[in-house]
Structure formats: C-alpha cells, structure tokens
C-alpha cells in the first residue's frame, strides 16, 4: 500500500530548475542563455501527445539591485514557445512565437533539450545593472479555455521556475 502510494506521487512528478545562466559580454550587448532541467509530468505528456497545444514562457530580467531599496527591473524579456505533436508523422513540433519558421523533433526529450538549453536573450548593456535573473514556467492562459480551470489546481500542471539571479561582477569576459 504504501509503495504505491509513492508510486503515485513520483509518477506524475514533475520538475524545473534553472541549473546555470550563461552571460557573455560582446560589444553594448549581453548574451544571456538559461540553462533549464524540466522533468514533465505525465498529465501534460500526455496532452501533448493528444493534440493539446502547450505553451512556455521563458524569462529573463536585468536587475539593479538596491541596497535597502527594492531592486529596479531594468529590462524584462520573454520568449514564447509553443510544442505541438502530429501523430500522422509522430513529431513533435517547437514554435517560437516570435519567429516564422518551426522545429521538428522525433523525440520529446529532443524538443525539451533545445527547448531548455539553447535559448539566447540579446539585452542591451545598462551601467547601473547588476545581474540577470531567469525563470521558465508554463503558460497556463494559452492552454483551450475548457482546461484552464481545472488545471489551475492541479498539481500535475503547476511547473514553474522560481526565479534565479546571477551577478554580471561574477562573469567572465569574453
């Protein structure tokens, strides 16, 4: 009894952690690339695999920190992902929103690593910005508007990164 109810909740376990954030200096810009483990619970794998469009967001902030002060958000940007499955040619499909030409992948996991490793933020170099905060989460507003309730509350639909910074006086110049 109590195997399978471990068994039950590691199941549809779901995870993401921002692991590392990669910042590289060139010219008035930083080149900023989050590094992401997303593990998915079966519920949104499932839906995926049955026609569900399932949206990501992926942010990034340039923040002056503020000594006693809240900190200032100095530039906030965000990519919009959206995978799409077709079960005729069993792809899997990645869309950036922002760009015209989509991805195609044999594999979830495929899709999830170009998905979670290889997204670039270009943000323009401020003087007074001290680090650069990221976060990934699912965009529960795109999901068909008879889901959006019910998976509200679900915690099998609740992936969320919670926001990581790292100091810019800590990269390496390059």
């Known amino acids: 009894?109590?195997?399978?109810?471990?068994?039950?909740?590691?199941?549809?376990?779901?995870?993401?952690?921002?692991?590392?954030?990669?910042?590289?200096?060139?010219?008035?810009?930083?080149?900023?690339?989050?590094?992401?483990?997303?593990?998915?619970?079966?519920?949104?794998?499932?839906?995926?695999?049955?026609?569900?469009?399932?949206?990501?967001?992926?942010?990034?902030?340039?923040?002056?920190?503020?000594?006693?002060?809240?900190?200032q958000i100095l530039t906030r940007t965000e990519k919009r992902f959206e995978i799409h499955y077709f079960s005729l040619s069993n792809q899997y499909q990645l869309k950036q929103l922002d760009v015209a030409k989509p991805t195609a992948f044999m594999t979830l996991d495929g899709l999830l690593q170009q998905l979670t490793q290889k997204t670039r933020f270009d943000l323009k170099k401020h003087p007074e910005a001290s680090a650069v905060e990221g976060r990934f989460y699912l965009d529960h507003r795109a999901l068909p508007s008879t889901m959006q309730l019910p998976v509200l509350f679900d915690p099998q639909w609740s992936i969320e990164a919670q926001p990581v910074r790292r100091a810019l006086a800590n990269m390496d110049p390059s």
């Open 1 to 71: 009894m109590f195997v399978g109810c471990l068994w039950l909740i590691f199941a549809g376990a779901q995870s993401i952690e921002l692991e590392n954030i990669t910042i590289k200096s060139l010219n008035n810009q930083w080149h900023v690339t989050p590094h992401y483990r997303i593990e998915l619970s079966e519920a949104i794998v499932e839906a995926i695999r049955n026609g569900i469009e399932v949206t990501f967001v992926s942010e990034v902030r340039l923040i002056a920190e503020k000594n006693w002060w809240p900190d």
